[in-house]
């Protein structure tokens, strides 16, 4: 894995500018533990002042300094789609590896419950959750929600993979060597499935990060805990582009839409490497 993603940076220029837009993104979000204010502080300093030498992005109507508030908001955004991303990825790979390698009534019950998932209407679902659980819901509940519905896809796409190592040779090896069930999970099929598992992670991460800022917008999440979408939410609240602080919007729009960028980049560049057929169109190969 380790190969794979040096060769990606030293030939993929998609990847170099994925990998850079995501670590701006990573340093604007560390910075928030240099931050001279408390996250949930309002009125520390005085509103709707434009950006400036003395406050960069300007401030907020809640008196919130937008900079600081920014790598707060990012920090939890995407802490938020990395934790349903790692959650999501442990299911979809037990169920994807299991269900391959086993295959028979296993993997029938499996694939049963793995499409019952692929069929739910997220969306609604997590709306229907929030009225539920109101007033216990948090920042982390959310997160395992997501992860527990967001892995089917995935688990499929792995599942297929599995099929094809349980036909090669150092399978039918470790059988006859005595290697349990897990061992050969573990041992010879997951490094195989690992530049697929790195891909779809940066598809979920999107997807996660995508549904958490569409909540909070609307209200649906703990409004309280900084993220991007809790910014536009509060911003939307005190009308700030009807007030003309324009700034309180535009830079939490402007920092998940890189971020969302760099991720796409990342995880394109990583199909493509995957691919045969695309890494032979972009040598000039491909059948014309």
Known sequence: MGKILADLLRFNIEFRIGALLVGLALIIAALSIFSPYSPIDVYTVPPDVPPSSAYWLGTTSRG????WQLTFALRNTLLFGFAVAILSRIFSLVIGLVSGYKGGWVDRVLMAINDTFIIIPLFPLLV???FVLRDS???ALLALIMASLGWAYDARLIRSVAM???TREYTRTGVFSGMSTREILMQEHLPHVMPIVFSTTMNNINWSIGLEVTLSVLGFTDINTPTIGGMIYWANQH???????WWWIAFPIAAIVMTFVGLFLL????NEYI???SRLNRMGGGAS
């Open 64 to 67: 919130q300094d937008v900079f």
């Open 137 to 139: 819901m948090s920042w």
């Open 267 to 270: 995880a394109v560049s990583m």
């Open 128 to 130: 229907l959750c929030y």
């Open 275 to 277: 691919d045969p057929r």
């Open 239 to 245: 009308t700030a582009m009807v007030a003309g602080v």
């Open 164 to 166: 094809s190592l349980k």
